[in-house]
């Protein structure tokens, strides 16, 4: 068994961001030359997501409104975790509802999604450089 492991690196502009990576993990599979396994993505920060749907992006502003219908950043004080002097409680709900990883099978070389599944790198906490993991194994 063959495995590759691979850190894609990010920083967004903006608090919050939702990333199209399909591509770059795309990329982690050829270089690793596996045909059949699996390939994880996972966010290594506890303020972000990785997770899979459609790339569209009326349903990328409707996330956006949900999480702060259920999470909003402000009023800071709202957040126990904030007594700790972060201002980051709200993006830890919002990775925990938004996922930490994806699995994906590896199919002749290619990522097996179906028809309209993307990858995405969700932000909840950004303008610093933040890592999401890239492990393949397989033959
Ligand atoms: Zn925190």
């Known amino acids: 068994m063959k495995s590759y492991r691979k850190e ?5 502009r903006t608090r919050r961001a939702f990333v199209h990576i399909t591509s770059q993990v795309e990329e982690a599979v050829r270089e ?10 996972n966010a290594m920060h506890i303020t972000a997501s ?3 749907n459609d790339n569209e992006q009326g349903l990328h502003q ?9 999470a909003p950043h402000e009023p800071l004080e ?31 070389g290619k990522l ?8 995405f790198y969700g932000e909840f906490d950004g303008r610093r ?9 397989g033959e």
């Open 8 to 12: 894609l690196w990010f920083k967004t």
């Open 62 to 70: 409707d996330y956006e409104r949900w999480l702060e219908d259920l």
């Open 50 to 52: 990785v997770f899979i």
């Open 112 to 119: 097996d999604l179906g028809p309209w599944e993307a990858v």
């Open 78 to 108: 709202r957040y126990l975790h904030n007594r700790t002097g972060e201002d980051n409680g709200d993006a830890h709900l919002k990775r925990q509802v938004m996922g930490r990883e994806v699995v994906v099978a590896v199919t002749g």
């Open 32 to 41: 690793s030359g596996i045909r059949e396994g699996l390939c994880l993505v």
């Open 129 to 137: 450089r933040k890592r999401v993991l890239v492990k393949i194994i």
